[in-house]
């Protein structure tokens, strides 16, 4: 038992567009037919400007609504697709969320259960103090015409654990650690390498996974018939079903996997799971989560009172909600990297970011934060020794005033199709913050549709640009449309 320990509060990001599967097969129908049986559904990809940081960055926003961020005391950033090997990946997390410079950050990799791993950590630390914000976010790629191609999807999720009043109280967990190479990836490669899925089901899910499971209901002594809902992230037809029925839990406490509509996100899929499972759930349930990969964990949770008083956020319904049909499979193949195309002498701009300017204006840049006059009220971006008030050029009197959670409203817009762009044409205008503030800004996950004078918009952080020379991504923000209620949009294509 852990005491008071547990979830206070959770996050999620799925990316706006999600392409269909069946677009993935009818490319590559002449090559691969034996895919048609996994061409149902669709999967969560990520824009050209996102990445694993830019993801785990909205998730933990979400987590954090409502939320003091002062109280933060550490942070961990799951996944196997980190940007940086050696840049800490949770650090720039931490600058875009403005957390205070005392927090403790860590990078965790290393396998497909690296979220529920330091979910445990997290978790056993919080019954002695501190409140971490645990994040796995994954943006995998794989080759073409491959079932990873269609089974996978980009996804982040956030859980900030802590003690006091939880609204999943952590009640225990079971590990068990295995060399069992089902799939690996070697440091630098773009791709995993996968053995044959029968092995995999009857060596891994059945044996491995299943005995895990039932130590874990001895360890943790718990009645199977009591769970309310078993979160098993493992897309393979039949398998959650096939080990709960084993274990005596009840068929209505699997839950969905997600695969039809998000994909496997791997290292975040467990927590992806647990979120959608909170967001659900009323007080009393019994929840068990399991992470597979080179071993298994296990974790054990009963919801509270306080989960009825959780602010409302995105969470998954809001996140599947803003979802976007696409079907341009050769776009999603650019932005993976994985084809080649004539971009034109306009992107061959040194995007160099010195690292001295990085370091002094690193609020400003990744978390952005403006300035605000004492005197005068004036709120501006960027911040500065003097005020731009044009009755006022008081000095010395700006405080930080962060702008990033502030909706916005376009005052002016250009659909640019002559500078170049992953994405053309490129929309970029000028935006008014609510309460004071003008900026220039680029935009994104938009169309002509969604691009118009007094459109609301949101800020969200994303991959300014990529310098390939020296291998360095430049994050900043960007505006995006405010959904509007309705139907789920169709791509432009």
């Known amino acids: 038992m852990t005491g008071n320990a547990g979830i206070i509060s959770y996050g ?49 926003r979400d987590c954090l609504t409502g939320i003091d961020r002062g109280k933060v005391t550490a942070l961990s950033l799951a996944s196997t697709t980190h940007p940086f090997a050696d840049r800490l990946n949770s650090g720039i997390v931490k600058e875009a969320l403005t957390l205070p410079d005392g927090v ?39 080759r073409p015409a491959s079932e990873g191609e269609l089974v996978q999807g980009d996804a982040a999720a956030a859980l900030l654990v802590g003690a006091g009043d939880p609204i999943a109280r952590f ?25 044959e899925s029968r092995w995999i089901r009857d060596e891994g899910y059945t044996k491995i996974l299943g005995g895990a499971l039932a130590g874990a209901l001895q360890t943790l002594a718990v009645d199977p018939a009591r769970i309310d809902r078993l979160l098993i992230p493992i897309s393979a037809r039949g398998v959650p079903e096939g080990l709960a029925k084993k274990l005596g839990v009840r068929a209505d406490a699997v ?46 949770f009963e919801t509270t009172e306080a989960i009825t008083r959780l602010p409302k956020r995105d969470g998954v319904s809001g996140a599947l909600a803003r979802g976007k049909t696409d079907d341009n499979y050769m776009r999603f193949l650019f932005h993976r990297g994985l084809l080649d195309l004539d971009r034109g002498m306009r992107a061959e701009a040194d995007q160099k970011q010195p690292g001295t300017t990085l370091f002094r ?43 990033a959670d502030k909706q916005a409203r376009i005052v002016t817009y250009t659909a640019d199709s002559l500078t170049y762009s992953p994405a053309p044409p490129q929309y970029y205008g000028t935006i008014d913050f609510e309460g004071g503030g003008r900026m220039f800004a680029e935009f994104t996950d938009v169309d002509g549709d969604s691009v118009e004078v007094g ?36 791509s432009d294509g």
């Not at 791997?266 to 979120?275: E, I, K, T, Y």
């Not at 006059?373 to 050029?393: A, H, I, L, M, Y």
């Not at 969200?460 to 505006?479: G, L, N, P, S």
């Open 361 to 403: 204006n690193r609020k400003t840049v990744l978390g952005l934060v403006g300035g605000r006059c004492t005197k005068t009220g004036t709120v501006q971006f960027p911040r500065s020794e003097v005020s731009v008030n044009p009755n006022d050029r008081a000095i010395g009197t700006q405080e930080d005033y962060p702008l």
């Open 104 to 142: 403790a950050s860590l990078d965790v990799a290393g396998s497909q259960r690296a979220g529920t791993s330091s979910l445990i950590q997290a978790l056993n630390a919080a019954a002695n103090g501190g409140t971490q914000l645990c994040v796995a976010s994954e943006l995998r790629k794989a």
């Open 171 to 195: 009640i225990g967990s079971h590990s068990v650690t295995l060399d069992f190479v089902d799939h690996f990836r070697a440091s630098g490669a773009d791709f995993d390498y996968s053995w």
């Open 12 to 60: 999620v990001y799925i990316p706006r567009l999600r392409l269909q599967r069946s677009a993935i097969f009818a490319a590559n129908a002449w090559f691969a037919g034996g895919l048609k049986g996994l061409a149902k559904g669709e999967r969560a990809i990520a824009n050209w400007d996102e990445d694993s940081v830019t993801m785990a960055v909205e998730a933990a």
């Open 255 to 300: 839950a969905d996997t997600l695969g039809q509509k998000v994909g496997d996100s791997g290292v975040a899929h467990p927590l992806l799971m647990l979120a959608a499972a909170l967001e659900q759930a009323t007080p009393g349930e019994t929840i068990m989560l399991v992470g597979f990969g080179q071993g298994c964990d296990i974790l054990l």
């Open 455 to 490: 459109r609301p918009m949101k800020m969200m952080f994303r991959i300014k640009a990529v310098d390939e020379t020296r291998d360095f991504i430049k994050y900043f923000w960007k505006a995006v449309p405010v959904e509007q209620p309705g139907a789920k949009e169709k």
